[in-house]
């Protein structure tokens, strides 16, 4: 069987591309998605996306992705403006008579909604973040309790930590030095701890300005990536509850910069960064 795929990248977190309309299951399973994620025997990515057909009339296409390790995260921030690319390219490929630069997508976190903008930028209505510690979930805090600057001890030392759910767990904690973090080190052990029954991805925030926060990400299921969308909207988010910035905020990751916005009107987060194809193939 020969399967096409494309690869893209959002500040390079990096996503294999499979278009799965034609049926409502993954095409590849988790053991070949990790396979295809591996670096050095695969194509090398940060997860396999599938774009699949609609699951109701409110909604264009459905999202699913595996992690590289293969686990099933809710949500992607760099994969569903990759999606969104991805998409348009098809649609235009294609030649619908006028292809969408907006698209209602199905994840397992909701509707959510890319629209493509000027420079080829995707802005995201991301939804609303989930806040409550059953939401997340985490055991810092009562079930129907906020974990917000909540004590945790993670490789013999004490840290402050902020939890927020974009429909998948993050975990925040603002340091002094973010350069410092031995990443590799002590991103699994909070990857792993039980206070974070389904896991959890990990932020650590260096806050250079209130409009700007620097940040270094470890992902649940796929280790130190060079960006993560959810984690940099997670991030604003624990920055505005613990009044450490602004409502819209740069922050900056290793791979490039994403704009975040948490609107007082709606209550909704906007991200808006860069989408691109990097190489097609087949496997
Ligand atoms: N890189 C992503 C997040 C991907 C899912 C994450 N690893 C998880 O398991 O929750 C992003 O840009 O949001």
Known sequence: MSIEFSKY??????????????????????DRAVNLCDRHFGIGADGVIFALPAVNSETDYTMRIFNSDGSEPEMCGNGIRCLARFLADLETTQGRETPRSTFRIHTLAGTIVPEIVADGQVRVDMG????????????????????????????DCQWS?????????????????????????????????????????????????????????????????????????????????TERCDRAATVELPGGPLAIEWSSGDGRIYMTGPAECVFTGRI
């Open 9 to 30: 990248h959002g500040l390079g977190n990096d996503f294999i591309l499979i278009d799965n309309r034609d049926r409502d299951e993954p095409r590849l399973d988790r």
């Open 128 to 155: 609303t973040p989930h806040l409550l510690a059953r939401e997340i979930p985490t055991t810092l805090a009562d079930a129907e309790e906020k974990a917000i600057d909540r004590s945790i001890d993670v490789g």
């Open 161 to 241: 930590v902020t939890c927020v759910s974009m429909g998948n767990p993050h975990c925040i904690t603002f340091v002094e030095d973010v350069a410092a973090i031995d990443l590799e080190k002590i991103g699994p052990l909070f990857e792993h701890h039980p206070a974070f029954p389904q896991r959890t991805n990990v932020e650590f925030v260096e806050v250079v300005a209130r409009d700007r926060l620097k940040m270094r990400v470890w992902e649940r299921g796929a280790g130190i990536t060079l960006a993560c969308g959810t984690g940099a909207c997670a991030t604003l988010v624990a920055g505005v509850l």
